[in-house]
């Protein structure tokens, strides 16, 4: 079954929300409510969804301060890795598997960022929250984050294939939603030929 993905607009520093459906059974998953709930709970309702899974992607307050709205209204189960979010309800690592009605989303653990940054693998696309954004990544400068991770989690992602679309957790590129491909050829921390230059342009 293929997931839809949608981006919602969240907020006043660019967020993005995310909700992944599956279209037969309207069955949905949330990621990132961020500060602005209602713009994503409109969303569930102008569609009909059924929410059952809230993720958060990292524990910053920006991705996590609408949680309590959402989950107030939908009754959704907030999952989240515990690095992160160790009271969450549902525990995430690498590896772990969602249902999304008749669909599933694979849980990458993606650390760099915070301990414990997750990606979000529909089969088709990424959500990537503060890892990869279009043609920029995520800081490695804030508690808890860890440049050498992150430049490991950047090159897992940029391994996917090219046509592998990317979700960021921020509109901070060009364009709302990129490729890999896209990002091979026009991220300069990507296009970075080892962790020397990498952590030089990142942290320098």
């Known amino acids: 079954m293929s997931l839809e993905v949608v ?23 949330a990621v990132d409510p961020s500060l602005a709930p209602e713009n994503l709970l409109a969303e ?13 992607t990292h524990g910053h307050g920006d991705h996590t301060g609408g949680n309590a709205e959402v989950l107030r209204a939908t ?10 979010l160790p009271d969450a309800d549902i525990a995430l690592e690498e590896g772990s598997r969602l249902a999304v ?17 997750i990606t979000l693998f529909t089969g088709a696309d990424l959500i990537t929250g503060d890892t990869l954004f279009v043609t920029f990544v995520g800081r490695a400068d804030l508690a808890g984050s860890n440049p050498e991770d992150l ?13 592998t679309r990317i979700y960021p957790g921020h509109d901070y590129g060009p364009r709302p939603v990129s490729t890999i491909g896209f990002e091979l050829e026009h991220n300069p921390y990507l296009k970075c030929p080892d962790l020397a230059a990498f952590l030089k342009l990142r942290m320098g």
């Open 101 to 117: 009605g008749e669909g599933m989303v694979e849980v990458l653990h993606t650390p760099g960022h915070s301990p414990g940054s």
């Open 75 to 84: 009754g959704a189960r907030l999952a989240a890795h515990p690095l992160d």
């Open 151 to 163: 430049y490991r989690s950047l090159r897992r992602l940029a391994s996917f294939p090219p046509h």
């Open 7 to 29: 981006q919602i607009p969240a907020g006043r520093m660019d967020n993005f929300s995310y909700l992944v459906v599956c279209p037969r059974t309207r069955r949905a998953l």
């Open 44 to 56: 569930v309702s102008k569609r009909d969804l059924r929410v059952e899974t809230l993720v958060n």
